[in-house]
Structures are given as C-alpha cells and as structure tokens.
C-alpha cells in the first residue's frame, strides 16, 4: 500500500530573495528535507507539496526547487490568481512543468475572492483543458462549490480539509463538523473530492483521536471511499498534533477495512492526481 498524504507544505526561512508576504502557523522553516526526513519518519511515501499562498503567494519556486531536489517524492500544486487577465495562460505553463499535478483557489482566506468573479470560470475552464484537478479552499462556502460543480461538469474539483474550517492552534472548535451536511450535499456531483486532511485538528479527544471516525463515516459512505483523499495538511497543524500523530489513527485503525485503507491512503490520490511517487 502507497502512502501518500494530499497535502504538505514546505518553506525557507523569510529572506529578501524570497520575501513571505504572510505567516503560515508552523516553525520558523520546513525545507524540503526536513518535509522528507518528516515522511520517512511516519512510513509516507510521497505527498502532494501545496505552495503555501500565505507565504509565497502565487509564486511556486521554492516548491519547484524541492521537487528537483528530491525527485520522485512530490506532485506539485500551485495557487492560481483567478483575478489575473492572463491566467489562463499561467495555468497552461504551470501544466506543462515536470511534476504538476493541480492548482488551487483560495475562495476562502484573509484574501478571498468572490466565487461570482468571472475569472473563476476561467481557472477551472483552463484546468479542465489541461486535465488539472482544481484543489478548493471553501470552508463557508460550500454552496458555492456546488453550483462551480454543476457549472463546470469537465472540471474535478478536489475540496480541501473536508471543507471545514480548521484550527490553527488548540481547542478545536465546539463544533467542529456543523457543516457536514453542506458537505455532504456535494456528493451526487461526479465530479467533485474530498480532502479529508487535517481532520485529526477537529478532534476533542486526545491521540488517537476516536471522535473523529462518525463524521468521517458520514463522509466515506456519502462520497464513496474512492473519492476521498486522505492528508495532514502539514504545517498547519503543527500547533495541535506531530507529523506522526496526523498519520498513524489512519494507519492503524480498525474503523476501515484494508481495502478502504488502500484507497483512502492513496489509492483515490493516484487516480485524481494521475501521479504517484517513486525514488524512496
């Protein structure tokens, strides 16, 4: 079985050639090395590396330069501004790069875009051209996923962190799974995915964090386990668990079957992603 978790992010310290424009909860680095030392620890054998928008942006080179450092262990995903009158030509060079795997929209972060905003429709009608997944950060607007859903049939959209808002630090919130059914309601779109990273986050009980296998449940049988993809989203989750702690309960629980597990650890990545790690 291939490990592979569905979302990292790694970054140099704030420097003037690469200056951060934002702070991502997480130490003062995660360089690809230690991300890798990171996945060796915990049995990962590949992940999918997010350029991290709250540091970098819309610019992916530090992500591009772990990826040749350490060939065959990361796809790549790149945030994409729907804002920008020539993105669809960013995206069209974007898949044309080694190692890319999908983009990203933040429709929900400190700099949110309006999902009306016209230049939407032109990110995902590029994706679908390029046969990019579309990595969605949605938390409170699930409902506007869906109608991107019904209006792009072409276009895989792939909802980041169970489409929850998440914590960045201790407790989680009272009620972590509240829009569940928002959630779930996307399920009779085809062409649509769920990230279920970061959901050891949402967990009011300590490791191994048995809360979270009902709402997950919830999540598999609605969805189907071939459309759900497991992660940590790490660094996010720094403040609240380890590395090793986001990826054990998955690993060892008796909440899936093997075949479950195969899938949910990789399995439905591969075939999202059209990409699966080598060289470890």
């Known amino acids: 079985m291939l490990v592979i978790d569905s ?5 140099e310290r704030d420097r003037p050639g690469r200056p951060w424009a934002g702070v991502l909860a997480g130490p003062p680095e995660v360089t690809g ?14 992940a999918l590396l997010v350029s991290p928008y ?7 080179s530090y992500a591009l330069e772990v990826h040749a450092a350490h060939p065959g262990r990361f796809g790549l995903v790149k945030p994409v501004d729907p804002t920008d009158p020539a ?5 069209a060079d974007w898949a044309a790069r080694d190692g890319t795997v999908a983009i990203r929209i933040m429709m929900a972060h400190g700099a949110s875009i309006d999902p009306d905003h016209p230049g939407i429709g032109r ?14 950060l949605c938390w409170g607007l699930l409902g506007e996923a869906g109608r991107l859903a019904r209006a792009h049939p072409d276009t895989v959209l792939v909802i980041d962190h169970l489409g929850l808002r998440q914590p960045f630090e201790p407790p989680a919130p009272p009620a972590p799974f509240a829009d569940l059914p928002q959630l779930l309601s996307l399920a009779p779109h085809e062409n649509v995915r769920v990230k279920i990273s970061g959901a050891c986050t949402l967990s009011h009980e300590p490791f191994p964090y048995p809360d979270i296998w009902d709402p997950l ?3 598999f ?6 459309r759900c993809l497991w992660g940590t989203d790490w660094t996010r989750a720094v403040n609240l668990l380890t590395y090793e702690e986001g990826v054990a309960p998955f690993v060892r629980t008796e909440h899936l ?3 479950e597990r195969a899938e949910l650890m990789g399995g439905a990545l591969q075939r999202v992603y059209g990409w699966a790690p080598s060289g470890r």
């Not at 709250?54 to 992916?60: K, V």
């Not at 990110?123 to 969605?136: I, K």
């Open 217 to 219: 449940r919830r999540i």
């Open 7 to 11: 979302q990292v992010h790694a970054y």
């Open 54 to 60: 709250a540091m970098y942006r819309f610019d992916a």
């Open 87 to 91: 993105v669809a030509e960013s995206i």
């Open 221 to 226: 049988d609605g969805f189907g386990i071939g």
């Open 257 to 259: 079957t093997d075949g």
């Open 123 to 136: 990110v995902l009608e590029a994706a679908a051209r390029h046969s990019l997944p579309v990595n969605l």
């Open 33 to 46: 090395d230690d991300m890798v030392a990171a996945m060796d620890a915990a049995g990962v054998d590949g």
